[in-house]
C-alpha cells in the first residue's frame, strides 16, 4: 500500500484521540510496509478509536451506512470458528434442505479477505491463541486455506489487519511468541499532561481551573505509582481523565464544592484502576486523592 504525505498528515489532523502522533506515524509507516501491526498499552488510551480511524480512512470510509472495514472482538470463549470459519451447527439438521443451507459459514478474517475490506481484531489477547491458529500461514505466506471449503484464499494487495491489546491485563490470555512475532507491536500510552489539558479544556469548558489541575496530577500520580512498582494494576487512563472532568463540571453546575465533587470522582476513578481485591491498592489511590484536595 503506498500512502502519501497528504495522507499522513490527513489522517494526523482529523483523529479525535490527540497526543499519539509518534504511534500513528509508526502504525503508518508499518502498514505502508504491509506487516499487520498489534497496538498495546494501557486500557482506556485510544488504541481502539485509533485504529477505526486509520482503517476508515484507508478504506474510504464505506457506503452510507455501511463500514468500511470488518471489526470482531476477542473474548475468552471464541474459538476458530468466529476467526476462520467451519461448519455450521445446522448442517447437521434433521433437514436436508436446512443442512445444505448451512453447510459452513465463514469467520471474520475469510470474510474480510472475499470482501476486500480490512480488519480489525479489537481485545485480541481476550481470546485464546488457539483461536488465531489459522492466521499464522496467512501472515506468514499470505494465505489461508479453508479446510472446510477445501479452498485457500491469497490475501489481497495492501489488505490492512490491525489489533488492539492490553498486555497483563487481567482477563487476557498470554500471546504464543510464534504469534506474536508476526505482528509489529505498536505502544499507545500515557499522553502528555499537557495533551490532556487541552482535552479537558475542550471538552468541559466550564471546569474550575483549581478542579481540572487536580485531576491531570492525580492521574499523573497513579501512572507514577503504576510505573514504579506496580503498588496499582494501571494509572488513571485519558479516558478516566474525561469521565472525572464532566463529572466535576456538571457536580459544581449543581452547586456543590471544588474539593468534594473532585475527591468524589477520584474515589470513582480510583476504584476502577486499583484492583478491588486488594484494600492497599484501594487506600493508596484514596489516599492520594485526599492528598491532592488538601492542596487544593
Known amino acids: 500500500m503506498k500512502l502519501t504525505t497528504d495522507d499522513y498528515i490527513r489522517i494526523l489532523e482529523t483523529c479525535e484521540i490527540k497526543g499519539h502522533d509518534e504511534a500513528i506515524l509508526r502504525i503508518l509507516r508499518y502498514i505502508e510496509l504491509g506487516y499487520p501491526v498489534m497496538l498495546y498499552g494501557p486500557p482506556g488510551n485510544g488504541k481502539t478509536t485509533i485504529a477505526e480511524h486509520i482503517l476508515s480512512y484507508l478504506g474510504g470510509g464505506g457506503d452510507e451506512g455501511e463500514s468500511s472495514f470488518l471489526k470482531i472482538e476477542g473474548t475468552e470463549g471464541m474459538s476458530e470458528y468466529q476467526v476462520i470459519g467451519g461448519f455450521h451447527p445446522l448442517a447437521m439438521s434433521g433437514n436436508a434442505e436446512l443442512a445444505k443451507e448451512f453447510m459452513y459459514k465463514d469467520g471474520i478474517v475469510a470474510r474480510?479477505?472475499?470482501?476486500?475490506?480490512?480488519?480489525?481484531?479489537?481485545?485480541?489477547?481476550?481470546?485464546?491463541?488457539?483461536?488465531?491458529?489459522?492466521?499464522?500461514?496467512?501472515?506468514?505466506?499470505d494465505t489461508l486455506p479453508l479446510e472446510y471449503k477445501e479452498t485457500v484464499l491469497k490475501k489481497p494487495e495492501?489488505?490492512?489487519?490491525?489489533?488492539?491489546?492490553?498486555?497483563?491485563?487481567?482477563g487476557t490470555f498470554k500471546l504464543s511468541n510464534a504469534l506474536k512475532r508476526r505482528f509489529v507491536p505498536i505502544n499507545v500510552g500515557y499522553?502528555?499532561?499537557?495533551t490532556?489539558?487541552?482535552?479537558?479544556?475542550?471538552?468541559?469548558?466550564?471546569?474550575?481551573?483549581?478542579?481540572?489541575?487536580?485531576?491531570?496530577?492525580?492521574?499523573?500520580?497513579?501512572?507514577?505509582?503504576?510505573?514504579?512498582?506496580?503498588?496499582?494494576?494501571?494509572?488513571?487512563?485519558?479516558?478516566?481523565?474525561?469521565?472525572?472532568?464532566?463529572?466535576?463540571?456538571?457536580?459544581?453546575?449543581?452547586?456543590?464544592?471544588?474539593?468534594?465533587?473532585?475527591?468524589?470522582?477520584?474515589?470513582?476513578?480510583?476504584?476502577?484502576?486499583?484492583?478491588?481485591?486488594?484494600?492497599?491498592?484501594?487506600?493508596?489511590?484514596?489516599?492520594?486523592?485526599?492528598?491532592?484536595?488538601?492542596?487544593?
Open 112 to 141: 474480510a479477505i472475499e470482501s476486500g475490506k480490512n480488519l480489525l481484531i479489537d481485545e485480541f489477547t481476550r481470546a485464546p491463541s488457539s483461536a488465531y491458529s489459522g492466521l499464522f500461514l496467512l501472515l506468514s505466506r
Open 191 to 194: 499522553v502528555s499532561s499537557a
Open 196 to 296: 490532556e489539558k487541552t482535552v479537558i479544556s475542550n471538552i468541559t469548558p466550564d471546569i474550575d481551573p483549581e478542579v481540572e489541575n487536580a485531576i491531570i496530577l492525580f492521574a499523573s500520580e497513579t501512572r507514577n505509582l503504576w510505573r514504579k512498582d506496580r503498588s496499582i494494576p494501571q494509572g488513571l487512563s485519558t479516558d478516566g481523565v474525561i469521565k472525572m472532568a464532566r463529572y466535576c463540571e456538571l457536580a459544581m453546575s449543581q452547586g456543590f464544592d471544588a474539593k468534594s465533587v473532585f475527591v468524589d470522582a477520584a474515589f470513582h476513578q480510583g476504584t476502577i484502576i486499583a484492583d478491588e481485591t486488594d484494600p492497599h491498592s484501594i487506600q493508596l489511590v484514596q489516599e492520594l486523592a485526599l492528598k491532592i484536595a488538601e492542596d487544593m
Open 158 to 170: 495492501g489488505w490492512v489487519l490491525i489489533s488492539t491489546a492490553n498486555f497483563g491485563d487481567e
